[in-house]
Nanobody
Framework: VQLQASGGGLVQAGGSLRLSCAAS????????TGWFRQAPGKEREFVAT???????YYADSVKGRFTISRDNAKNTVFLQMNSLKPEDTAVYYC?????????????????WGQGTLVTVSS
């Protein structure tokens, strides 16, 4: 499967953005899909994931502000980000795999998109 992330941009603190992860392939509905982010000088960290059967997990830092969802008919996973903070600034990556089980570990995902930059100004 190939993944294409989009929707990043510059937004003021308190604003919102919606990221999209479009996937190729007819069996995307069987993939668990996650969002990770990497800020400058920091390691990649887990943001949210949605399994093929709809179970959702969030990092504590985004719980209540971010919402992950998927539209299998459009082969797309979304990340709605509200109440953005400057510390949310990072390159956001979507990732997918069939056996991650909703893992928070990036090593559980074998397929990655190219990343989209989110910048939140204070």
């Amino acid at each position: 499967v190939q993944l294409q992330a989009s929707g990043g941009g510059l937004v003021q603190a308190g604003g919102s953005l919606r990221l999209s992860c479009a996937a190729s392939g007819p069996t995307f509905s069987s993939y668990d899909t996650g969002w990770f982010r990497q800020a400058p000088g920091k390691e990649r960290e887990f943001v949210a994931t949605i399994t093929s059967y709809g179970r959702i997990y969030y990092a504590d830092s985004v719980k209540g502000r971010f919402t992950i969802s998927r539209d299998n008919a459009k082969n797309t996973v979304f990340l709605q980000m509200n109440s953005l903070k400057p510390e949310d600034t990072a390159v956001y990556y979507c990732a997918a795999d069939t056996v991650s089980g909703g893992s928070r570990w990036s090593s559980a995902y074998n397929y990655w998109g190219q990343g989209t930059l989110v910048t939140v100004s204070s």
